[in-house]
């Protein structure tokens, strides 16, 4: 007959075995371990949305291993979005009109929701409770309720545009959305159009350089920062007003991403044909180059950028005939540095960091720009 505390430890072991096989991604369909992948599906995590191949790629921030969450033949992931404040995947799926909404914890399934035709980039705001998908074929954008993952409204771009420009990318802040148009016949024009989170009316609009792409980070103090392609700019803006704050010079200025304590912004040229002094840090409280920049992509065409929580590691999706990501480390200042790649699947496209959702809760404002609290 077994002692007290030799069945307390059993029970215990049982007990472990038992949780483990509950929290592991089922393979079927869902995805697909790699070998050498932890067992263990927490951590945080860089999701990259594979166009080419209906695939998400994980990558483990750490150990820089991967999982791949796989999608029905037919789907076209374009961009992946980890909503403030919450354990939900949010990702695009071009491919059939649709917005899935998994749980980030075992990869499941929780929501498919429908959008417009021509489903391209998104964003979201935990304070508006609003998440806005840009559908550039049907030239509108399709307005969800992050809570109640329900449709809100879908919102034309101004008629007087419409028949030469499409809504490309869009950020979203407290009580607004800012969209971005790009040329549908080819001129070097954009447009920023902003829209209440009410009414969906515009209440302003600027023009841009052509090909603008959009970073706000949401705070009540954050600035609107928009890279236009074609003329080789980064313009600071003011989030409220779309007045022009300043401006900095970079050519094929595409890819843009701040760290979380808006201390450096980072911002990729996609038209460099090598890699070559591809990949530039801003310093924002200066709002000028840092000291050693532009550092080297190891592959061409430089897209889609994103930074780990810890601001230690740099990742970078390369779209054109490429199945790679690239990471770095950063050095003390905000510089890539270390290069190295990782296969991830075919037309590696939006970038998104995915934070832990079983070992961090983060706060709002204050405490969450200094840190993520851990719990249990």
Not at 173 to 201: C, H, M, P, R
Not at 228 to 249: A, F, H, N, R, Y
């Amino acid at each position: 007959m077994q002692s007290p505390w030799k069945q307390l430890v059993l029970g215990c072991a049982i007990a472990v075995i038992l949780i483990t096989t509950t929290i592991l991604p089922l393979k079927a369909n869902i995805i697909e371990m790699r070998p050498g992948t932890p067992a263990s599906p927490t951590g945080s995590r860089i999701a990259v949305a594979n166009r080419g191949t209906n695939t998400v790629t994980l990558i483990d921030i750490k150990s820089e291993r991967t999982i791949d969450l796989i999608l029905e033949k037919g789907s076209e992931p374009m961009y992946a979005q980890n909503t403030f404040f919450t354990d939900e995947i949010w990702l695009g799926d071009r491919g059939n009109n649709r917005v899935l909404v998994y749980d980030a914890l075992r990869l499941r399934r929780k929501a498919e929701i429908p959008t417009g035709r021509g489903v391209f980039h998104m964003w979201n705001n935990g304070t508006l409770g609003q998440m806005w998908v840009v559908n550039d074929i049907d030239k509108t954008m399709t307005v969800i309720d992050l809570r109640m993952k329900k449709v809100l409204a879908t919102v034309s771009i101004p008629a007087d545009l419409a028949p030469n420009f499409k809504p490309h990318d869009v950020t979203v802040t407290s009580d607004s959305a800012i969209v971005s148009l790009l040329s549908a016949n080819g001129s070097d024009e954009g447009w920023l159009i902003k829209y209440s989170g009410e009414s969906f009316q515009e209440t302003n609009r600027v023009k841009v350089g052509g090909d603008p792409h959009l970073f706000y980070w949401g705070f009540s103090d954050s600035l609107l920062y928009v890279a236009t392609q074609i003329d080789g700019k980064v313009l600071k803006m003011d989030p409220s007003t779309l007045e022009l704050l300043g401006e900095i010079d970079i050519p094929g200025a595409h890819g843009i991403w701040a760290d979380e304590s808006e201390t450096n912004l980072y911002v990729t040229d996609i038209e460099s044909s090598d890699g070559k002094n591809s990949v530039y840090t801003i310093d924002l409280a200066s709002f000028s180059l840092v000291p050693g920049t532009p550092a080297d992509a190891p592959l061409p065409f430089p897209h889609n950028v994103m930074v780990s929580l810890d601001n230690k590691k740099l990742f970078i999706t390369h779209s054109q005939d490429s199945e790679f990501t690239s990471i770095y480390d950063l050095d003390k200042t905000g510089v890539p540095e270390d290069s190295r790649i990782i296969k991830t699947g075919a037309t590696p496209f939006g970038i998104m960091l995915v934070r832990d959702p079983v070992a961090y809760k983060c706060e709002k404002r204050n405490a969450y720009r200094k840190r993520c609290k851990l719990y249990r």
